[in-house]
């Protein structure tokens, strides 16, 4: 069963590609969709949320898992 993470702090129209970029090696991570209108990003696949924690850990992004 596929997860959500929501990525929330986004500050501008690049954050989404850095997420992307930092992601493109983690196990799990099917799709990232954008919601420029409320700043956020949303992790689509099997993705462990400890394991994007990690790889955005030094910018300041809000990662947690969130509920179909």
């Known amino acids: 069963m596929a997860k959500k993470i929501l ?3 986004l500050k501008c129209e ?6 992307a970029e930092r992601l493109s090696d983690v ?4 799709k990232i969709e954008k919601d420029m ?6 992790v ?4 462990d949320v400890e ?3 990690d790889a955005l850990a030094d910018k ?3 990662v947690e898992e969130i509920a179909d």
């Open 14 to 19: 690049n954050c989404p590609r850095h997420i």
């Open 51 to 53: 394991e994007v924690r």
């Open 60 to 62: 300041p992004f809000t």
């Open 27 to 30: 196990d799990g991570v099917d």
């Open 37 to 42: 209108t409320k700043m956020t990003a949303t």
């Open 7 to 9: 990525i929330s702090g």
């Open 44 to 47: 689509l696949g099997n993705a």
